[in-house]
């Protein structure tokens, strides 16, 4: 058979295989639609010859687009011919030169894409439909502003993907962003379910993506995810009978057991968490899950230690950002360091060495001197201290007006002066400086702390096994799914 669409996405932790999830979350409401897609993971795997089978045999006079997203791909600058790092690290990584590791050199979708040679894998397409449009969307678009693509979708791409499909007369600017939260009253986001085919090939070991809700209660001033702030939890989190619903069919369809939490901070409610909880005590399979906290709620409601470890979580990102008072207060994180640290001790007698957690501090912020940096990082390696299985101490990201147009911006980002900040050269914005006697005066001079603390740390932190192994996956997508879905296709079934 042939598709009305095709998404193309890549790989989310390479050099190990899971799926690029917003790929498969618009291919669901497609589908909900009436639309036959076609999700192609694993690009960065994904050989020429391998697309030109796809080619043939996927695409008909049926076929309305190709999408292509950026979220996996590597941050890249179009104007540099330089070798490219993992697709995993963060831009920071690229723009400093620190942790670099060639990109690997194989003439594949996200390879071409990198190096500004994606038009032959366009043609390719179009040899067997000239008419089909051309889309690219996800987290990086303007990394890619030279990609040729007929539209460009910014943000969440839900309702913006149906406008276009169905009002045929609207004349379309190249930038689709009507609507870049898909907060339209039309989208029912809490009865919406991400679904997966036969054409997906999907392993009982993977380690799937679910959303229980979209977007966040609080609105720290260094976050630049686009749906902080939201006020009522009813209006943002998916129903119980939903998300049981597509666990449930996960694991009857595919075997699988073992999740990412998406949400931008799973605890922000301690009634989602009391819900997840009935949702899991429902399935009849144990559900593992690794997911995104906020230290500050666990320690005003500590039950949700219970209620997390009960539910399954085997893997946890604390983003602790800083223990210093006044740096704390002016990200929106004024709770006592006590307090916070008194919580990580109450939630290792309940979580043991069972779950595996990772925390985040930055390094930069506002008035936090780098002797407290220090500090913070040495109390980190205490033998008895209860998370110093993964810190992780990364510099403050500073992406002001006019570096990228289709990018969130934090609150930080958008007045960087009101909170202390000067961008010297917009040609190497990231490289902010600062003049407040903390001893951290510039992007540089954080990444050295970092580089420290990190080269330190890697000789004393404590290892804890993490049950959620993408290597329990798919382990090569060639065998494992490209020449599985080439025959399917070739097969028409």
Same mark, same amino acid.
């Given at each position: ?62 076929t309305l687009f190709v999408g292509f997203s950026t979220t996996w791909w590597p941050y890249r600058n179009p104007a540099q011919d330089?070798?490219? #790092? ?175 939490? %998406? ?61 210093? %008072? ?16 008194? %919580? ?28 407290? #940096? ?56 990231n490289f902010w400086t600062k003049d407040d006697d903390t001893g951290i005066g510039s992007f540089e001079e954080a990444w050295e ?10 000789t004393r932190s404590k290892i804890v096994d993490d049950p959620l192994k993408y290597e329990n996956g798919v382990k090569d997508p ?16």
């Open positions: 058979m042939t598709f009305d669409a095709i998404l193309l996405t890549d790989t989310a932790v390479y050099p190990n295989w899971t799926r690029g999830y917003g790929a498969h979350r618009l291919a669901s409401h497609l589908r909900a639609h009436g639309y036959s897609v076609l999700v192609i993971d694993f690009s960065i795997k994904l050989k020429f010859d391998t697309w030109q089978e796809i080619c043939k045999y996927a695409i008909g006079d049926n330089n070798p490219f #790092v993992s697709p995993v690290v963060n831009l920071a990584d690229n723009v400093s030169d620190f942790n670099m590791r060639e990109y690997p050199n194989e003439m594949t979708l996200t390879y071409d894409a990198v190096k500004g040679n994606s038009q032959r894998w366009i043609d390719e397409a179009k040899k067997y439909n000239e008419r089909i449009k051309i889309l690219i969307g996800g987290a990086k678009i303007d990394w890619y502003k030279d990609f040729p693509a007929d539209y460009f979708f910014s943000g969440l791409g839900e309702t913006q993907i149906m406008d276009f499909l169905t009002e045929k007369l609207r004349i379309w600017p190249k930038y689709i962003q009507h609507d870049t939260h898909a907060d339209h009253h039309r989208w029912d986001w809490i009865h919406s379910s991400t679904r997966y085919t036969e054409y997906d090939f999907i392993q009982p070991g993977e380690i799937l993506t679910v959303e229980t809700a979209r977007g966040c209660k609080f609105k720290c001033s260094f976050c630049s995810f686009p749906l902080i702030g939201q006020k009522k939890i009813a209006d943002y989190t998916k129903t119980e009978e939903t998300l049981y619903r597509e666990l449930l069919e996960n694991w009857e369809k595919w075997g699988v057991t073992d999740y990412w939490i %998406a949400d931008d901070t799973f605890n922000d409610n301690t009634d989602k968490l009391r819900m997840f909880k009935k949702i899991t005590d429902r399935l009849p399979f144990d559900l593992n899950y690794r997911a995104y906290l906020r230290l500050d709620v666990l320690a005003m409601h500590p039950e949700q230690i219970g209620l997390l470890y009960d539910s399954g979580i085997k893997n946890c990102w604390f983003g602790i950002e800083t223990f210093h %008072a006044e740096a704390a207060k002016s990200i929106g994180k004024g709770m006592p360091e006590d307090k916070r640290k008194n %919580a990580l001790y109450e939630m290792q007698k309940v979580w043991g060495d069972d779950v595996a957690v990772a925390s985040g501090y930055i390094v930069g912020l506002p008035h936090e001197p780098k002797e407290h #940096v220090y500090k913070q990082a040495e109390w980190f390696m205490e033998e008895n201290n209860p998370i110093n299985h993964n810190p992780n101490f990364m510099p403050l990201i500073i992406n002001p007006p006019g570096a990228y147009d289709h990018h969130p911006q934090s609150a930080i980002d958008k007045n960087p002066e009101k909170y202390g900040y000067k961008i010297p050269d917009m040609n190497r914005f702390v970092c580089a420290d603390i990190t080269q330190m740390m890697n060639d065998a494992e799914y490209f020449e599985l879905l080439v025959e399917k296709l070739k097969n028409g079934n």
